[in-house]
Antibody, heavy 115, light 113 residues
Framework: QVQLKESGPGLVQPSETLSLTCTVS????????VSWVRQPSGKGPEWMGR???????AYNSALKSRLSISRDTSKNQVFLKMNSLQTDDTGTYYC?????????WGQGVMVTVSS | DIVMTQSPSSLAVSAGETVTINCKSS????????????LAWYQQKPGQSPKLLIY???TRESGVPDRFIGSGSGTDFTLTISSVQAEDLANYYC?????????FGGGTKLELK
């Protein structure tokens, strides 16, 4: 069955870089696109960016200068790197299999930006 | 960016009631090529990932009870939950996928009266 699982550090220092990995199973990254979505506590989700099935990427313009999404199809992994983290980047980060709408979500990883 | 505005932000209901959640987009979500509205609805319970309920504004995801009904077109959309059950108490979000960046509404919290 389709599964996505996020992994990465739970605590990041302000101004540092966040690195997260999404490991997928049950589908191929060359057939489906994967997006990263984050959600501050008590607020609505925010779409961050997408790794298209063909290897192209799309980013939320609000984050584009800080964000990079890549993949390793041989390992079934999609990566997120975001630099210059600040406290308002705190929240739960999800990787998702999306067709525009998202019918598969990972469990999410809580990231706290704090010194 | 397309702005999604949901109302109300919270709603207190009794079991068995019918509730309506509204979502308005800052521009039309109607795609003229496929003649579809690119609007989805999600349910999120505390500590869980969002769950897809509705896509293309009115198509129910497999396994979603038929008491969840999506409607609307263009810029105005509605999620109706008929005969609310205790398990429906959650946060609900609309999302547009007409254009990137995909954007979500601020959410509606459904609470018990």
């Amino acid at each position: 069955q389709v599964q996505l699982k996020e992994s990465g550090p739970g605590l990041v220092q302000p101004s540092e870089t966040l690195s997260l990995t999404c490991t997928v199973s049950g589908f191929s990254l060359t057939s489906y696109s994967v997006s990263w979505v984050r959600q501050p506590s008590g607020k609505g989700p925010e779409w961050m960016g997408r790794m298209w099935y063909d290897g192209d990427t799309a980013y939320n313009s609000a984050l584009k200068s800080r964000l990079s999404i890549s993949r390793d199809t041989s390992k079934n992994q999609v990566f997120l790197k975001m630099n210059s983290l600040q406290t308002d980047d705190t929240g739960t980060y999800y990787c998702t299999r999306d067709r525009g709408y998202t019918n598969y979500w990972g469990q999410g990883v809580m990231v706290t930006v704090s010194s | 960016d397309i702005v999604m505005t949901q109302s109300p932000s919270s709603l207190a209901v009794s079991a068995g009631e019918t509730v309506t959640i509204n979502c308005k987009s800052s521009q039309s979500l109607f795609g003229t090529i496929r003649q579809k509205n690119y609007l989805a609805w999600y349910q999120q319970k505390p500590g869980q990932s969002p769950k897809l309920l509705i896509y293309l504004a009115s198509t129910r995801e497999s396994g979603v009870p038929d008491r969840f009904i999506g409607s609307g077109s263009g810029t105005d959309f509605t999620l109706t939950i008929s005969s609310v059950q205790a398990e429906d108490l959650a946060n609900y979000y609309c999302q547009q996928y007409f254009d990137t960046p995909w954007t979500f509404g601020g959410g509606t919290k459904l609470e018990l009266k």
